[in-house]
């Protein structure tokens, strides 16, 4: 086991317990890579360690800890053999700003774009090479994954999807006109272009997860099926099964 640990004294704790107890390896010569936190530093662990093919098993001493596991710490390595698997893959963005600058990030949980002032956003929206909405006046704009489904897009009125739907969710924030859109449903191989209207007085940023992007006039996001990432969750807990019971939480 890998443990990599967030800096806040309780993940710190944690980590240095697991260390005592199990020894650590580095994220390059482990089998699983442990992150010791909350959803916020899975994520960030996610996107630094993806590449390296392994599966991440999450210690949650955050507050949510969604995509994390309990924090007991008898028979750790037990309780990973025992894990069941969750296959995700995530939003690739790329978002061209005001002075023509590219900048491309990637998310797991969803892409978003926000107004940057009091005026309200002006967003034109097209799914592959199509206009779909000429024109979405709004607080925002999001584009979910499943796994990121139950999070930001739910807190915006959007559906739930399982993770083993083949779909992406488009949910509109705050929308004023069309008052009553309340997003669409789209295939998870669809290409979705965001171009910002009147972006000179209307400023937009683009945020991938934590990742933001001020002053964007065009937000292109779909997902990159290249990119595969296995989270371990323990038996009985699997991230179907989360999903699942968010559905039944009122």
């Known amino acids: ?14 980590l240095q317990e697991l260390k005592d107890r199990y020894g650590n390896h580095t994220v390059e010569e482990c089998d699983v890579i442990v992150p010791v936190g909350g959803d916020g530093f899975m994520l960030d662990v996610l996107r630094a360690h993806a590449h390296l093919g392994k599966p991440f098993y999450g210690v949650n001493r955050g507050t949510v ?14 309780r990973i053999a025992d894990a069941e698997p969750a296959v995700i893959h995530p939003l690739e963005m790329t978002a061209t700003t005001m002075n023509g600058d590219k900048v491309k990030a990637t998310a797991i949980n969803e892409i978003s774009l926000f107004r940057e002032t009091r005026q309200s956003a002006r967003i034109r929206i097209s799914v592959n090479g199509k206009v779909r909405m000429e024109s979405l ?18 807190s915006a009125h959007g559906p739930i999807l399982p993770i083993s739907a083949q779909m992406l969710a488009l949910t509109p924030i705050s929308a ?25 007085k209307r400023p937009v940023s683009a945020v991938a997860d934590n990742q933001e992007v001020r002053d964007v006039i065009r937000v292109e996001a779909q997902e990159n099926r290249n990119i595969a990432m296995t989270l371990l969750f323990d038996r009985g807990q699997s991230l179907e099964e989360r999903v699942l019971r968010e559905q039944f939480d009122y």
């Open 176 to 200: 004023f006109r069309p008052r009553r859109w309340r997003g669409a449903l789209l295939p998870r191989d669809a290409v979705v272009v965001f171009e910002t209207l009147e972006s000179d």
């Open 137 to 154: 006046t709004c607080d925002g704009v999001l584009l979910a994954t499943p796994a990121g489904s139950t999070a930001y897009n739910l």
């Open 1 to 14: 086991m890998g443990f990599l640990g967030h800096d806040r004294p309780t993940a710190q704790e944690t």
């Open 65 to 78: 800890g969604f995509m994390m596991n309990d924090a007991r710490l008898d028979e750790l390595p037990e």
